[in-house]
């Protein structure tokens, strides 16, 4: 049994005492930062980025104010705290396309070595649809349905620092299903449909586990009674749904418009089912007629 | 021609999903959220449904809008694989689901049978109205060629 602490308790003091208002500082300096350097940028960078980026601040900023607790409790309030800091936020800061602001306004020598760092074996593997997906979905399974939950809730450091693995790996997901900014040799359209729905499959999985132990393992793990446990699950799945969407619609715009900016399109293809070859024939072959508009420069990052 | 099928069909399969979720899952609260007597696969197989189903929704409809876009996008083809899908997604709801993974069942406590028995007659009338009108475009189109 890991009912040690009353999960009221935590719920109130796990974020004061430790750190007090200094992670709303740093979400607020996230923020000046981004819009100083939009100021900055000489060809006029795109105010939906900016919005998107100022989005996910605001979630990062409600997800840690939340650590300061009003009442809602134990397993409930991780669970929003997961789904701000884990999928909300990194969507929107993801959407704001910061590496390319910041290769637009740096100088060429820190512009070079970005590049070198976004050409980077170990980055592309960590970057992977796969990889990715298996470091935000796959550890929730370790944090939930292992003793690690209700150990983090007893300990200052591990707390924090689960939040920020959710923000990180949650970062690193959305990046590599639907990110904007520049990703050299980036799998294909098909691998991150794929990569998506078997995440999001794992996500509703794990959630429906939860709702379904509840009576036993999981108010065993959690230190919280059946009923808080089950909200939490439901919250899980149906959160998950509307972050699963809003990804799925940020990949297949951008896949929309990418199709309209190639001359012989020839990258990459949504096609959730599968399907044959001469189809794609079929698709590409009107694609040089096509009758819609074709920017052979556009800057990067204007997709959306 | 082909595509316009496919397309449409993907957006069928999607919306009949998206339509049994809200309607008999939230709104008419016939089926539940989780029954217990749900197998392990069941809950894995759902699970990808689920998260498949959202995602072709979307990716459904950016792949019909390109088309339309390209101006290859074929009407009535368009529909007969819209519903062809829907009904598809119906009767492996009503069979696979229901039955073999035994997931939740199309409402409780009253006879089953004639609620089984409807769901998966609607289901293959919806693909046999979808089937002819592709067959009908197909075969409009191969009069026309040669």
Redesign the interface.
Known sequence: MHTLVSPDHVGRESGSPGLGVFPLVLVGLLAVAYLVAAVHDKRRWSHRRTAAWLVGCCSLAVAVSLMFGDGTSGVRLHMTQHLLFGMVAPLGLVLGAPVTLLLRISPPRVRRTMSRLLRSRPLHVLSHPAVAGLLSTGTLYLILLTPLYSAAENHQLLHHSLHLHYLAAGYLFTWSICGPDPAPRRPSVRVR?TA??????????LA??M??QADGRGAELTGDDAAAVRTAA?LMYYGG?VV??LL??A???T??HH??RLAVPAVGK????A?SR??DR??RR??RT???PYHPRRPLGDDH | M??SV?AA??IGIAVMAAVDEIVFHQVLGWHH??DRS?LTIG??S???L???E??????????Y???R????MGTVAGWGGFLTGAGLFQLFDGFVDHKILRLHQVRYGVNLLIYDVLWNIAGGLLVLVGLTLVWRVRSHAHSREP
Do not use: N
């Open positions: 449909t998506l729905i078997l995440a999001g499959a794992a996500h509703a999985v429906k586990l709702y379904a439901k749904d699963e969407l799925a619609l990949l297949f715009v896949w929309y199709r309209s949504a096609r959730p089912r399907g001469s189809k079929e698709q009107p694609g096509s009758p819609a | 082909r595509s496919l069909g993907v959220f989780y749900t809950l894995l759902d699970g990808l689920h998260a498949a959202l995602v072709a929704l979307v990716g459904g409809f950016a792949w809008a390109d088309l876009r390209r101006r290859v």
